[in-house]
């Protein structure tokens, strides 16, 4: 289960997007829609094909690393975080395996 989210903000567009980080039972239960209902239309039609060719065995796959898929993605389109659900960034930021940047103010 995702043990906690971040709230991304695009410092240049004001776009804001909440990202879970961890395990992802949307994912394991409903396949590609939740990268559809995200607007992360990309990996919405990476996984719709890979489930098609693997008969949704991909979904078993996609459960443990979507996540993490999505805030890499975000973070190359220039988001910052601007706050946490509960726990700390940095915890959150060791979990993934990457440093997540942050909006000016906002705490480790």
């Known amino acids: 289960m995702a043990f906690t989210s971040v709230v991304f903000k ?18 394991f239960f409903f396949g590609f829609f939740p990268a559809l209902f995200r607007g992360d239309f990309k990996w919405a039609a990476i996984m719709f ?3 098609c060719f693997t008969f949704s065995l991909s979904n ?4 443990f690393i979507y996540n993490k898929l999505y805030v890499k993605d975000l973070i190359d389109a220039g988001y ?3 706050s ?14 990457f440093d997540i940047p942050r909006l000016e103010g906002v705490a480790a």
């Open 10 to 27: 695009n410092p240049n567009t004001g776009a804001m997007k909440e990202a879970p980080i961890g395990f992802s039972w949307t994912v």
């Open 49 to 51: 094909v890979v489930a």
């Open 60 to 63: 078993l796959v996609f459960m």
């Open 80 to 82: 910052k975080a601007q």
């Open 84 to 97: 946490i659900a509960k726990g700390e960034l940095g915890y959150a930021s060791a979990k993934l395996g």
